[in-house]
């Protein structure tokens, strides 16, 4: 019996399964894969809550475009599909739409990020000379791939909120002048003054 269990040892180590169960480390908290699957939720609910309020938003800006319409608040140049249009961009759910967007954005690019780390550090480590330093699987080796999917994961998350602030429209009325009059921002000329 002990002598099968040692030929087995043998026959394992001389295989590349064993290097790659040696170099991989067993991770006792929540695995990858579930919080991929946690995340994917996280998209879908931003999703739906997004759709949901767009279906809202747009049933508003008609209901809206008739109370100010019957009021005398709407001007006469402005017709009713430019102010749903304005009414839509202004109270639209833009938060849950970049957030789904950026939980989307993370899921789909953090297999393609895994393995484009995993090439450039293959590369690294056979350029190396195969330097044990920069082995697959050890210290080094799994703080490039740490750092590096957190780093894409922080851009991604920069580039969601940015795309957010960037495109942030101003308040009703003065998305209703840009419309009408158009130009820059009113306030722009008399920033020198103040």
Same mark, same amino acid.
């Given at each position: 019996m002990r002598f099968r269990a040692h030929q087995s040892e043998q026959a394992l180590a001389s295989s590349d399964l064993y290097r790659y169960i040696v170099t991989m480390r067993s991770f006792d908290g929540i695995s990858f894969w579930w919080a991929l699957i946690m995340l994917g939720a996280l998209a879908l609910f931003f999703g739906a809550r997004a759709a949901l309020g767009w279906v809202r938003v747009r049933g508003d800006a008609s209901d809206d475009y008739d109370y100010k319409k019957g009021q005398g608040m709407v001007p006469d140049g402005l017709p009713r599909? %430019?102010?749903?249009r304005?009414?839509?961009?202004v109270y639209g759910p833009r938060g849950p739409a970049?957030?789904? %967007?950026g939980a989307l954005a993370i899921l789909v690019l953090t297999p393609v990020v895994m393995f484009a780390f995993e090439a450039?550090?293959?590369l690294m480590y056979n350029l190396s000379g195969q330097n044990r330093v920069i082995e697959p699987g050890y210290l080094?080796?799994?703080f490039f791939i740490f750092f590096g999917l957190i780093a894409?994961?922080?851009?991604?998350g920069y580039a969601a909120s940015r795309r957010y602030h960037q495109t942030a429209p101003g308040n009703l009325q003065y998305e209703i002048d840009q419309h009408l009059y158009g130009g820059e921002d009113f306030g722009a000329d008399f920033g020198d003054e103040l």
């Open positions: 599909e %430019a102010y749903e304005i009414y839509k961009r970049h957030v789904a %967007a450039f550090l293959n080094v080796w799994q894409t994961w922080v851009w991604i």
